[in-house]
């Protein structure tokens, strides 16, 4: 799936991409680390077990920044007001758009997850 279909340049950071090399980015994630990371994400067992993981290897401020981003993802598809979401979660605009902007053009892992654990409608 194309992160970006409608736009001829994407910007970050303040560096200009174009379409394919915006798109080509998610395949750079895919390393074989990342593999790893993947596989023992698959392999936690309970809540228990990824709360154990994910204090040892993210800071406090990225789990926090991780939670927060998808409490974002979950009250947009509530279709939540970008005040209400900053109001609840005390995410930034930025935040919130850039949740948006993953849900509209990503590859769809945040709808998946929402979809299965069922929180999409509370």
Known sequence: MQLFPDSHTFTKYNFKFTKDEANNMSKSLRTPAADDLCDAILSL??????????????TVNELTSLSQRFAVARMLTQK???LEIAQETGASTATISRVNRALTYGSDGYSMVLERIGKKTE
């Open 80 to 82: 939540k007001t970008y």
């Open 45 to 58: 067992q309970n809540r228990d077990e990824c709360y154990r993981f994910f204090e040892d290897v993210c």
